[in-house]
Nanobody
Framework: QAQLVESGGDSVQSGGSLRLACTTSVYSVSQYFMGWFRQVPGKDREGVAGIANDGTSNYADSVKGRFTISRDIAKNTLFLQMNSLKPEDTAMYYC?????????????????WGQGTQVTVSS
């Protein structure tokens, strides 16, 4: 049974917006570091946005000012609002949870992963 479930991926035009959601019935989105990562075939998984247990967020330089990570503690759901999407944002997006309260935005610090949701941005 999946413990992290992503949704919201879709195909959009350049400049469009999407909102990804990650629901979990196992982890607490406010207790540990959680993040969004993305991966394209042939490349390493890269960190996009992360949020620590205290609410502090950080972003990859490539998405700063366009993406916003947030969480709904009552619904135990993590979000990624993506605006001004570009073709280079095309990737499989993964939600991840760490065992640390705060962590670098690196895949190696996250031990729990969802199955991913595909985002495709066309020019």
């Amino acid at each position: 049974q999946a413990q992290l479930v992503e949704s919201g991926g879709d195909s959009v035009q350049s400049g469009g917006s999407l909102r990804l959601a990650c629901t979990t019935s196992v982890y607490s989105v406010s207790q540990y570091f959680m993040g969004w990562f993305r991966q394209v075939p042939g490349k390493d998984r890269e960190g996009v946005a992360g949020i620590a247990n205290d609410g502090t967020s950080n972003y990859a330089d490539s998405v700063k000012g366009r993406f916003t990570i947030s969480r709904d503690i009552a619904k135990n759901t993590l979000f990624l609002q993506m605006n001004s999407l570009k073709p280079e944002d095309t990737a499989m997006y993964y939600c991840a949870a760490s065992s640390f309260k705060t962590a670098p935005m690196k895949a190696s610090f996250c031990g729990h992963w969802g199955q991913g949701t595909q985002v495709t941005v066309s020019s």
